[in-house]
């Protein structure tokens, strides 16, 4: 399928193309004949499977015969609100929003905490057709009447599994209450939980029309998922750092459970002097977004961040995930690692795990459907100021380290498990001179 089969209008067919998207994804595919139709919709997709436009394209196009190059704010009533549970998803949003409505008047904006509401507020008050929010933040500027809701007629709920996580369940009630109930409803989530069907049944009309796309992380085979196993929880950080350095990872977010956890490791990388920064709920927006915008362009090359910071972000190509901690809950797994292998490219995902991620770890192999096997490093029983990056759980012709440590280790390294080929001995330098060791 093309998107010229579609029949989007012109306008919005010309930014698909300034984009550079050649055909339609499977979730574009599937959804927007039925948005295009003015179906209610509930969609199970994740970020990275092309939802945002699957949404957005169709909406845009149903608001083009409301389109007016007027300067008058009456002119431009709020008529499609997007709902997102981040502030970075929901920048997100608008940054695609923005693009697709690149060669139309529709006019877009986005609102979030955690920044100054007069910005926003000035925004509202000019008008604006497409409005992209956070609930609470949203129900601020209602309540400081900067907003009319009376003229929306679509209504998009993203991450509805997260906000429903997050405990917007009493915003998004009054929200919809604000809105005419003769609308259209699109709900996108990860899964089609009980809860989730539940909320479908409170928002969205009887019988919405379910599109689902493969878990591509459960199925994709384009992600390589590793698992290392490490004697101790304290043995993670240094294990980290060797993957990091040797794998010469170069764009790689490090998930942690906890917002502290990803504060310190941070740090800690950057002891280790690798270009690293943290993530998550308690930083504030501006360091938020700076942060992103310097890991999009590589100046931060390791971003260390929680499930909730790193939900939703729409990061190209990105080559590998770390997960530091194993997280608490599987359904994280999959998100964690849908960050990588996007778009066709391959990706890596790699979890550290000590002997107490065990029963975490099954729940995940039980949710994917897969097993993963988990491969020992060596050389953790390394001697206080080793140089970590002396144990060699990689072959790497290119670093000097690696060469006189193959020089040293023997053919029959007792080390040489099942990742033989990779495997080429532990060393550590002790006093100088190079020393075998074995677990
Ligand atoms: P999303 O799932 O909406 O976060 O989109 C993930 C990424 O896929 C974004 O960078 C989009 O720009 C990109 N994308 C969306 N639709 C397509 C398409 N049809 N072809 C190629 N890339 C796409």
Redesign the pocket.
Known sequence: MQ?KELGLHPDILRA?QD???????P??AQAIPHVLLGADVMGA??????????FTLPILHRLMPFASSSVSPARHPVRALMLAPTRELAD?IYQ?VAQYAQHSPLRSAVVFGGVDMAPQTAALRAGVEVLIATPGRLLDHVQQKTLNLSQVSVLVLDEADRMLDMGFLPDLQRIVNLLPPERQSLLFSATFSPEIRKLAKTFLKDNPVTVEVARRNATAENVTQQVYLVDRPESKRGAVVRLIKRLKLQQVIVFTNTKIGASRLARELQKEGISADAIHGDKSQGERLITLERFKRGEVLVLVATDVAAR?L?I?ELPAVINYDVPYAAEDYVHRIGRTG??GASGQAISVMSPVDERLMQDIEKLIGKKLVREKLPGLDMPPGADPLFFLPYEDDSSPAASSAKAAAPAQSPLLTGSAKRLVGAAVLLGGKPRLTGQ
């Open positions: 998107f698909v984009a550079g998207y050649e055909t339609p994804t979730i574009q997709a994740q970020t990275g499977t092309g939802k945002t436009a699957a997100q695609n939703g729409d190209a996007r778009a």
